[in-house]
């Protein structure tokens, strides 16, 4: 959620939304982007963009739209805050990042902590990122990306970058440290309808294939979506049956 201090009573807007694909009998472990801004139909067919959805239709209204317009059969999530989020990176022991110089003089104005890196934010380079400043560049939309994607198509290449950097680091993690981790996520937590038996079978899954690179995928893909303006903010306008097929030509 793009808050830091969610409530279950009143959401807001979705940011940050990942499709996380664990195939096991294949060795691939997949994280699928949803730029927030793309427009879609609504669960009561009117147009809007897709990070409204959670807020007025709740995050079963989301998994309809997305599902609908996908091809997908997504059933399960986990719903987090920013607060969360950042709590988890904390209890990986941080995530190492590469940044341009855009990006660091970017986030040094924003005003994160000089020990909220290491070493100190200076310049384009290689950085150990705490919670807070990982969830900062998460969020950074006015500069380009690492691979040269701006806006909110960088901002989620961003997030992919931090999920595929901490499963990097954690590819000879002991089975102790794995389950304190699972403690810390299932501890930062919004809401979920994963049950317990669903949340550990699907630990025992990922530790069984820790090492395994994590492929990146995002949607829209390059060339089917343009710039529009929707009722006066930015949005994009993209072809969905490309967008399908695409998708399910990486996953399958």
Known sequence: MDSWASRLSRLGYSDGMVLVTVDESAGR???????????????????????YIVKEFGVQGLLDTINRHFGLKVEKYILMDWS??????DAVGGVNLTVTD????YLKRYAISPSSTKPAMAGAGD?????????????????????????DIGRTF??????????????DVSYEKAQKILESVT??????NLSTADM???????FSMRGTPVEMFRLPVDGTFHSFDYFGGASQLMEFAPNREALRDFLF
């Not at 472990?29 to 147009?47: G, Y």
């Not at 550990?200 to 990922?206: G, H, R």
């Open 127 to 151: 950085y150990l990122f705490t919670g807070h400043a990982a969830v900062i560049y998460m969020r950074t939309r006015r500069v380009p990306a690492l691979n040269g994607d701006p806006h």
């Open 158 to 171: 961003r997030t992919r970058l931090v999920l595929s950097s901490i499963a990097e680091s954690l590819k």
């Open 102 to 105: 855009g990006e660091a003089g």
């Open 200 to 206: 550990l079978d699907a630990f025992n899954m990922v």
């Open 187 to 192: 501890g930062n937590i919004l809401d979920t």
């Open 29 to 51: 472990i997949i994280a699928t982007s949803f730029i927030r801004d793309m427009l879609v139909l609504h669960p009561d067919d009117k147009p809007g963009r897709l990070t």
């Open 84 to 89: 969360q989020v950042s709590s988890i990176v």
